[in-house]
């Protein structure tokens, strides 16, 4: 198992409300976030060897989002 730190950045006129990460993105499931508020846009997660997708959302205060996949 490795730690992997991530490092979210939003910028929004309104300001940035929170982040969202889902640890086991998959595109035919949807979005399921593992961490639902998350005020900084860091985290520390661990994984085993392979190949991961990392979805993390960012949502401003105006309530619109928008969706990296790492």
Same mark, same amino acid.
């Given at each position: 198992?490795? @730690?992997?730190?991530?490092?979210?950045?939003?910028?929004? @006129?309104?300001?940035?409300?929170?982040?969202?990460?889902?640890?086991?993105?998959?595109? @035919?499931?949807?979005?399921?976030?593992?961490?639902?508020?998350?005020?900084?846009?860091?985290?520390?997660?661990?994984?085993?060897?392979?190949?991961?997708? %990392?979805? %993390?959302? %960012?949502?401003? @205060?105006?309530?619109?989002?928008?969706?990296?996949?790492?």
């Amino acid at each position: 198992m490795h @730690n992997i730190e991530f490092t979210a950045i939003g910028i929004s @006129n309104s300001g940035i409300e929170f982040f969202s990460w889902d640890w086991n993105y998959n595109a @035919n499931d949807g979005f399921k976030p593992e961490i639902l508020h998350d005020k900084d846009g860091k985290q520390i997660q661990k994984f085993k060897a392979g190949t991961h997708c %990392v979805a %993390v959302k %960012v949502i401003d @205060n105006d309530g619109l989002e928008n969706i990296a996949i790492i």
